[in-house]
């Protein structure tokens, strides 16, 4: 396999770029060398953040905030500086509303709780509405509906078109003047949809309704402005950006991070504790009860620095042009059928699809056998599958490390597994 550039425009030096990934270079079932193609559920990590993390452990390590000794001080100011990248990394106003938490699934459920816990004007109770949509992954979902369990509220969602994207054409209908809180996905994990946040935002705005944004696919592969956003909530992980597991972040807005109340309460997120009652730091330090992920938080900051030196945009540019290629070489696989937009133009680099009546699972396997890796399943939005009359699907993800040679490696392996099937 090479990455011959095939002409195409936008794409990064990867021959340089994949010496970052030591993993890249593996070779698996005997003498096929690893095709990496599933990003989406989780990025590999550059060396770079490799030695970040063994630098913090061997050399810096200890509890953060309350200590006076050496090792509290620098593990501080690493974890405090990596909350100084993140904030940079995603404009945020200030580095105070930058929340770490330790997956994008713990963001958007601090949120629910948050909201239903909440006094008035935040409360969510039985006579207010939750929307979503029909594409979120269960992430995005399941909080939801705990939340309009526990407190009676009404949940509603956008539907899908045929063609992968949302159904905005009773978007007032859907958000309505007793809507709370509206909560959708930037990028769609199964179907690469690109969603029009600037619609929804408006429309939320228009009823006084809260928004919050899951960036989880969106803050790896191009630059991300909270503020553009017009967002009160942005939530994203940091593993699917070259950062470490462990590690996700929940932006809001000052006020509303100072208005509402905590989810976990414990060490750190207090100011003073009596046996009848406790006062609560500012955030946000409020909302990370307990010992922090201190060492993910600096990967993630080393995964950051990483990022900006290669660029966002270049990025973004990169995967555009892989994906474009890989939507052409795609389309004329017989019988595969791509779930979601075809055009390359406004979608993400996850690409969804199956293959004649083989089971995704068989597809998935038998191309591991040749090297390599997709993710196949409902990927974590079952109501997609479900919309569409699929059981599963294939998913071939792409990031900054991703080749066109990779894209024939994918197109020569499905042929495999067409023969294989006969």
């Known amino acids: 396999m090479t990455d011959a550039r095939q002409g195409l425009p936008g794409l990064l030096d990867t021959e340089a770029i994949r010496k970052d990934f030591p993993i890249l270079d593996r070779v698996i079932h005997g003498d096929k060398k690893l095709v990496y193609l599933d990003s989406a559920a989780s990025s590999q990590k550059p060396r770079q953040v490799i030695d970040a993390l063994s630098d913090y452990y061997e050399r810096h390590h200890a509890n953060v905030h309350r200590g006076i000794h050496v090792l509290a001080d620098e593990a501080t100011a690493l974890y405090e500086g990596a909350r100084d990248k993140v904030a940079a990394f995603i404009n945020a106003p200030s580095r105070d509303e930058v929340i770490f938490t330790k997956n994008a699934s713990e963001s958007l459920n601090l949120v629910a709780n948050m909201l239903g816990w909440a006094d008035e004007p935040y409360r969510v109770d039985r006579d207010t509405e939750i929307v979503i949509t029909e594409m979120e992954h269960h992430s995005n979902i399941v909080p939801w509906q705990l939340l309009a369990q526990r407190t009676g509220a009404k ?98 807005r000052q006020e509303l991070l100072e208005d509402l109340p905590p989810f976990l309460g414990g060490g750190e997120m207090i100011e003073t504790v009596s046996m009848h009652s406790s006062t609560y730091a500012p955030a946000p330090h409020k909302f990370e009860a307990g010992t922090p992920p201190i060492a993910q938080a600096v990967g993630l900051g080393a995964a950051v620095d990483y990022l900006n030196s290669i660029g966002m945009e270049k990025i973004a540019a990169h995967e555009h042009a892989i994906t474009e290629y890989a939507v052409k070489r795609l389309i004329e696989v017989p019988d595969l059928r791509i779930i979601g937009p075809v055009s390359a133009e406004d979608r993400g680099a996850a690409i969804s699809f199956t293959l004649g009546d083989i089971h995704p699972h068989d597809v998935g396997q038998v191309l591991d056998e040749q090297g390599i890796a997709v993710r196949v399943g409902h990927h974590c939005a079952r109501p997609v599958c479900l919309r569409y009359g699929i059981p599963a699907t294939t998913r071939a993800s792409f990031y900054l490390y991703s080749t066109p040679g990779e894209v024939d490696a994918l197109i020569d392996g499905l042929e495999h597994v067409r023969n294989f099937f006969g």
């Open 155 to 252: 949940l509603k969602w956008f539907g899908l078109t045929d063609d992968g994207r949302l159904d905005l054409s009773n978007i007032e209908e859907v958000i309505t003047e007793k809507t709370k809180i509206v909560s959708f996905v930037l990028v769609s994990n199964i179907l690469g949809t690109v969603n029009p946040v600037e619609a929804i935002v408006r429309r939320a705005q228009e009823v006084g309704a809260l928004v919050l944004i899951d960036a989880s696919q969106a803050a790896p592969h191009a630059p991300l402005d909270v503020q553009a956003l017009q967002a009160d909530f942005v939530a994203f992980t940091g593993h699917k950006m070259c950062g470490p597991t462990g590690i996700g972040v929940l932006w809001g």
